[in-house]
């Protein structure tokens, strides 16, 4: 278990100075093969108390072992030459994206969409959380008797929700098939809409800067998704989300990923404008270009839908008893793209929701939709 972030040491990967896997290392097997060759008498008489047992054929033995030797020279330097002349990105299976947020439970802007790479299409999903949400206290009543601590009370709250509210979104990410969390364990000290105080005056700011350009550089992502910087939203939001634009402003433009801001909502005319003061906000357009519907239903004569397994993630974080409130409320998870990412950066997009789109049972199109195209 690592002290910082509190992910378990998984020691079956490759680590880069920290617990985190980083890439994998193919399992060397060693196999010890004894070859016989069965030769009986080739009289066997009455009485004769002789038994054929079984003996070393060398001849076969030495081609046995130059065949094996031969396949694993050949599975060797085929694994080298992938690894050699391959970027991490064509390396990977699947998409790989990474959800940087301010709060344990924020995943839940985009928790359908997560669900869907992870668990269906085979993709990889990391997130990186700055806040361990002590400030979450006031809506704990209803957890107090579940986690038997007077949540409610503030001085409690705060020493007690940081713990409580990291394994809570650890039980999310499971369900979300979330690969990696981080926790920068910044402070959650009030609510506020204003990012400079947020950006000025409660975090540090540039430990986690740092601390997102690291996880850019070592994951190797082909998209970031962060919370939509609405002017009326938590001003931690709107700071993780600023964060982020600028690590990734500052990687070379050859490394970044495709970032998008995810804001979940009860209908399809959401709107966006430029974040005052902060121009890396700029999005493509003020309405949404993608859109999962998380009330697509699929599965038994379409008796389910991704709105279930947003419950589930809901359920989970029950020290949060407001956001309890919120299962079923929002039918939408819109995405923006925003207009400091590459040229190619749309047709990147259209191609991971297009895939995204198709049905695992009838590989017809969900309710993930390119909004811009259809308008």
Known sequence: MCAACYVPYQPSYALNGDCHPQSTVPLQLTLRVQVFAYRPDPVIRKGDTRVARPVHNSLSMKRFVFFLFFVAALASGTATARNAGSSPKQAKAGVRVLLVVAHPDDEYEMAGTVYRITKELSGSVDQLIITNGEAGYHYSSLADRYYGVNLTDESVGRARLPRIRREEARRAGRILGIRH???????????????????NRTWHTERVLANIQQRLRKGHYDFVFVLLPADETHGEHKAASILTLRAIEQLPASQRPVVLGAQAGGNESETFHTLPGYSLTATNTPRPQFQFDRDTRLGYRESLSYQIVV?????????????????????????????????????????????????????????????????
Do not use: Y
């Open 181 to 199: 969390q981080w926790f920068l364990n910044e402070k959650n000290d009030h609510f506020t809409i204003d990012a400079d105080e947020v950006l």
């Open 311 to 375: 419950g589930w993630v809901i359920a989970e974080h029950k020290s949060q008893g407001l956001f309890q409130t919120r299962c079923r409320q929002d039918r939408f998870e819109n995405f923006w793209l925003f207009t400091m990412n590459r040229e190619s950066a749309s047709n990147e997009a259209v191609l991971l929701f297009a895939t995204i789109s198709a049905r695992p049972e009838t590989g017809q199109a969900t309710g993930i939709a390119n909004v811009t195209k259809l308008r």
